[in-house]
């Protein structure tokens, strides 16, 4: 193999190389944006697990169908 031949095959696993971890990256970002948040259904106390960005809004019980504002009760407890 001649050297052009050499620093291009270098050149372009370095590219490659680049897009992984840029993808890596971009995952990594975006899995640490979803977090969860527990709270507790006020009618039937079932323990409901929700989005963090849904906090504060109106949601509805999986199993009493209860209508109730989405309220953290232990946000220390949250596991990513
Ligand atoms: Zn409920």
Do not use: D
Not at 38 to 63: D, I
């Amino acid at each position: 193999m001649s050297a052009v031949g050499t620093i291009t095959v270098a050149s372009a696993c370095l590219v490659s190389a680049s897009a992984v971890g840029g993808y890596l990256w971009a995952w990594a970002r975006a899995r640490a944006n979803v977090r969860y948040l527990y709270g507790r259904c006020p009618s039937c106390k079932q323990r409901l697990r929700f989005l963090a960005a849904k906090a504060g809004r109106p949601g509805e019980c999986p199993r009493c169908r209860h209508r109730h504002k989405l309220a953290p009760f232990a946000e220390h407890a949250v596991s990513a």
